[in-house]
């Protein structure tokens, strides 16, 4: 009896449009498969570094009740380009005739560059502002480039000065030295490279996080170059006041740069091959097929699934363990400020390849009591580690 309420209840919320995929009435709660993997963050995450890639979103969850006056805002200090917030949304929850029961406040945040920066919140009323906050939130972010994007990226500081580095058509330099302009000085170009090989992009600088109204705070000044072509090309720069261009420069920073043609070493036994990839990011559109991937990479599966059923991805731990293995499986459902029920989500399952072989992923859409029910979905796919 239990098992056909819960049927009929999905059927239920499919015959009102609850759960289908029909435009005109979900507008903004639809599934986007093409939606960035999404990193959830909650209150029991205060205090930790939390690893993520650029192009992945982070969301916050944190309970709070805006009928008391108090709401979670972002304090002020993050200047760095690590994230770029995508706003936030304050969701009640919905419990029939109860007034002043709460709800949750959802941040979103864009990871832009590849970084190491904090978010620290407060829970407060806005027009107290004599007042510290009721509650702080604070969680540290560690970015990286993703994967495809790692070797077009070269970061650098102080402590690469005299070197040389080795980079491709294509790839972007960037140079982070610590300055302080309320000082006065600041780093300039002071040789130019060959511009046949290696563009300037200019520079930014970014003044260090610090409490409001500290003032001769000092900051990171970020200088960008892109590879033009195969070449030798030489970055020289200076820390200086512009004004007194009769003195030499308190501190050089000087860096070699060869742009080399790009190509796959040939001596390296360990290469991936060329048609296999060190990520791979599968979808529904992907069931019955083959894919590669390189020895040491990730299979990452994104599936639309909808919880509210009672239907899951099941049967992801039943991979050839030798050569896959299951690093993550996870459900989030999909923002949903208008309280609305019956809404879906999305199936996070990531795998590491751990040698060369082939194993196939069965996965099967269903609800764990109903194993052989004829609503349930098959999804399957080939994975060949090289």
């Known amino acids: 009896m239990k098992h056909t309420m819960l049927l009929t209840a999905a059927a239920m919320f499919t015959a009102f449009g609850l759960a289908a995929a029909d435009s005109k009435d979900l507008g903004p709660n639809l599934p986007d498969p093409d939606a960035p993997v999404e990193i959830r963050v909650s209150s029991g995450d205060a205090n930790k570094e939390i690893a993520a890639k650029v192009g992945e979103i982070i969301v916050i969850e944190l309970d709070g009740n805006a009928t008391t006056g108090y709401s979670w805002s972002e304090l002020p200090g993050r200047t760095d380009p690590v994230l770029e917030s995508k706003g936030n949304d304050y969701v009640v929850n919905q419990r029939p005739g109860m007034v002043g029961g709460g709800g949750k406040t959802y941040f979103r945040y864009l990871v832009k560059e590849a970084g190491t920066t904090e978010i620290k919140l407060g829970y407060a009323r806005p027009w107290e502002k004599e007042n510290p906050p009721a509650r702080l939130f604070n969680v540290k972010i560690k970015a990286e480039a993703a994967k495809d994007d790692a070797a077009k990226l070269v970061e650098l500081t102080e402590k690469d000065n005299g070197g040389t580095i080795h980079v491709v058509p294509g790839a972007t330099v960037r140079i982070n030295l610590k300055a302080n302009r309320t000082t006065g000085y600041s780093w300039a170009l002071t040789g130019k490279p060959d511009e046949k090989v290696l563009k300037s992009d200019g520079n930014e600088y970014k003044v260090n996080d610090h409490p409001e109204g500290m003032v001769g705070v000092g900051g990171v000044d970020a200088w960008t170059f892109s590879a033009l072509a195969p070449g030798k090309a030489e970055i020289v720069l200076g820390y200086a006041r512009p004004w007194e ?113 082939k194993a196939k992923i069965d996965l099967t859409y269903m609800q764990p009591w109903e194993p052989d029910s004829k609503f349930n979905t098959k999804y399957s796919v080939t994975i060949e580690v090289e």
């Open 245 to 357: 261009k009769d003195k030499e420069p308190a501190q050089a920073f000087k860096l070699t740069v060869e742009v080399e043609a790009a190509s796959a070493p040939a001596t390296d036994s360990k290469a991936a091959p060329a048609d296999a990839k060190k990520e791979i990011r599968l979808n529904d559109g992907d069931n019955g097929k083959t894919f590669k991937v390189a020895d040491g990479g990730a299979v990452v599966l994104v599936l639309e699934s909808n919880a509210t059923t009672g239907f899951s991805w099941c049967n992801a731990d039943k991979v050839d363990k030798d050569i896959l293995k299951l690093e993550r499986n996870d459900y989030t459902q999909y923002p949903n400020p208008n309280g609305m029920v019956g809404v879906g989500g999305r199936t996070v399952i990531v795998y590491r390849a751990l040698k060369p072989g």
